[in-house]
């Protein structure tokens, strides 16, 4: 079992930048695939970006803009948000995967948080 927690959300301007966290629990948090969702108001919910134990891979909507990172000992994952856009205005979700994964699906994650909202202003 693995339980996520997310935090850093908030409003920003245009331009601005956030940081999200999510704080994973279990021990073998070192194996899964960590990824980060977002569901807009109306519309279902997207891959943002996701790390495995040897990569990464990014929407092609925050290629260049978001990075995705994550440190084993602390058992946190973190998504840095530049240039934030208007439209990535959303609830961000900390997703967890037992299996090695790249550009998942979010029917291929086993756990989630509760999400934390970004809001950006235009």
């Known amino acids: 079992q693995v339980q996520l927690v997310e935090s850093g959300g908030g409003l920003v301007q245009a331009g601005g930048s956030l940081r999200l966290s999510c704080a994973a629990s279990g021990r073998t948090f070192r194996g899964y695939t960590m990824g980060w969702f977002r569901q807009a108001p109306g519309k279902e919910r997207e891959f943002v970006a996701a790390?495995?134990?040897?990569?990464?891979s990014y929407a092609d909507s925050v290629k260049g803009r978001f990075t995705i990172s994550r440190d084993n000992a602390k058992n946190m994952v973190y998504l840095q948000m530049n240039s934030l856009k208007p439209e990535d205005t959303a609830v961000y979700y900390c997703a967890a995967a037992s299996a090695l994964l790249r550009f998942p699906s979010p029917g291929l994650m086993d756990y989630w948080g509760t999400g934390t909202l970004v809001t950006v202003s235009s």
């Open positions: 790390v495995n134990w040897s990569s990464t």
